[in-house]
């Protein structure tokens, strides 16, 4: 049986079989676009704000299946070339505003702001009303090679004529660096930490240090674009002590959240989910529900962040689990071009199967037919044996015949009407033979 003869006997097994074929390779291409179940994340030194916000963010991934490794660095620079490197497996990354620049790199994206991140400025109680010009020849830990506090002081510092030409800049460590200054080895520290960072509580607490309040901030806001204005209340260090004994007004970057653009949309969206259960409470420098914020610093907003803002999270992560709702999210994407494909098929495939065995039993019928018709219009005799022959050859056509039960009726039609020819062939009285013409005959005749 040829290829070709094989797909007409048997088309609708082939069609069934090309269909299960095309719903295998889908539901393999499913399981290979899911989600991964770890995921890195770029935080900050061991200790600090960021690297305890990336603790938070494991803990409450891991409730939902998904393991999220910590990657410990100096800070915002760090975090930022990790996330750029592709050999680094780094996917995820707190980025302090302002840590980007101007030229924004390709492949990443932010989810949106986080919290407030003030640049605290800490000196000896002994040093009166000191401010950032007055740093000039003291000595100063603006925070160690590629963090986000030494970027950002160096910055700052220089604005107001003081280098390390001018003063002592030391790269301390946050936790070093108040140590040192509670000692008295050192005269000030820049740290940029949030509220809830342990050397911020610590320092405001201790009596043997003072924090320094910003003048001109306004005017650091309108040229830094990515810093905000925010204000340490009286008291809120220790109210029984009253510290800080006045209102301390700071400047603040915004913390992002970023991720590789390569980050799977699902994982993107449970990240958001994340950031608000874990940043939209209120705050000493934010109300409830600010963040996380649909503000994409240096970096633009995700597709998947820009939906979040406007409508939440997708449908089905609001009554599922995590897992269960990426693969019904994929399954649907799938079925959605089967089903198109399919639902004709399933519609038409039943007519389609019965025109087609109407029409294997009607070319018979047209067979018989023409012989009958032919039968008819002899007038004389008429090649007996050769009709029968030719009846025999149908009927055996239509016994090799497949077709379903349901079509049984009419071929017992067929076979009767076949059966009715041979009998009307059998009552005919004149049988001729039709010999070879020969020289003996011809000579007969004359």
């Not at 890195?40 to 998904?66: C, D, F, N, S």
């Not at 109680?125 to 925070?143: M, N, Y």
């Not at 030391?170 to 005269?187: M, R, S, Y």
């Amino acid at each position: 049986m040829t290829a070709r003869e094989f797909l007409r006997a048997y088309w609708p097994l082939v069609t069934v079989g090309l269909t299960a074929l095309a719903i295998l390779c889908a539901a393999i291409l499913l399981f290979s676009t899911m989600p991964p179940r770890t995921i890195t994340m770029a935080t900050g030194p061991e200790g600090g704000a960021y690297y305890e916000i990336g603790l938070q963010y494991r803990a409450a991934l891991a409730r939902q299946g998904v393991q999220l490794r910590l990657v410990t660095t100096n800070g915002s620079p760090e975090n930022l070339a990790l996330l750029r490197d592709p050999r680094s497996g780094v996917s995820i990354a707190l980025i302090q505003g302002g840590t980007v620049g101007e030229d924004a790199p390709s492949g990443i994206e932010s989810l949106g702001t986080l919290f407030y991140e003030p640049l605290w400025l800490f000196h000896r109680k002994e040093l009166h009303d000191l401010t950032l010009e007055g740093l000039r020849g003291r000595k100063v830990a603006i925070g160690p090679e590629g963090s986000g506090t030494r970027v950002l002081s160096l910055e700052l510092l220089g604005r107001n004529g003081i280098d390390g030409q001018t003063s002592e800049l030391l790269p301390l460590a946050p936790h070093e660096a108040g140590n040192k200054l509670l000692t008295g080895e050192i005269d000030a520290a820049l740290t940029l930490a949030s509220w809830q960072a342990p050397v911020v509580r610590q320092m405001l607490a201790d009596d043997r240090v003072v924090l320094a309040s910003f003048p001109n901030v306004d005017a650091y806001v309108a040229l830094y674009p990515f810093l905000s204005k925010v204000i340490v209340p009286a008291g809120v260090g220790d109210l029984s002590r009253h510290r800080p004994p006045s209102d301390v007004t700071l400047f603040a970057p915004r913390a992002s959240l970023v991720v590789h653009e390569q980050l799977h949309p699902a994982l993107q969206y449970l990240l958001l989910n994340t950031a608000s259960q874990l940043h939209s409470s209120a705050g000493i420098f934010q109300r409830a529900g600010q963040f996380p914020a649909a503000e994409g610093i240096d970096l633009p907003l995700s597709d998947q962040a820009v939906q979040f803002y406007k409508a939440g999270r997708p449908f089905l992560q609001n009554y599922l689990p995590f897992w269960m709702a990426s693969l019904i999210a994929r399954l649907l994407v799938l079925l959605i071009p089967i089903v198109a494909v399919l639902y004709p098929m399933v519609r038409f495939l039943p007519v389609i199967y019965e025109w087609r065995i109407r029409s294997k039993i009607s070319r018979l019928y047209g067979e018989l037919r023409f012989l009958e018709d032919e039968i008819d219009a002899r007038v004389g005799a008429i090649d007996r044996s050769g009709m029968i022959a030719r009846l025999n050859a149908l009927e055996k056509k239509a016994n090799r015949l497949r077709i379903p039960v349901t079509y049984a009726s009419m071929m017992y039609l067929l076979r009767k009407h076949i059966e009715s020819i041979r009998a009307q062939l059998t009552v005919r009285d004149t049988v001729v033979q039709f010999p070879a013409p020969s020289s003996t005959g011809a000579v007969a005749d004359r």
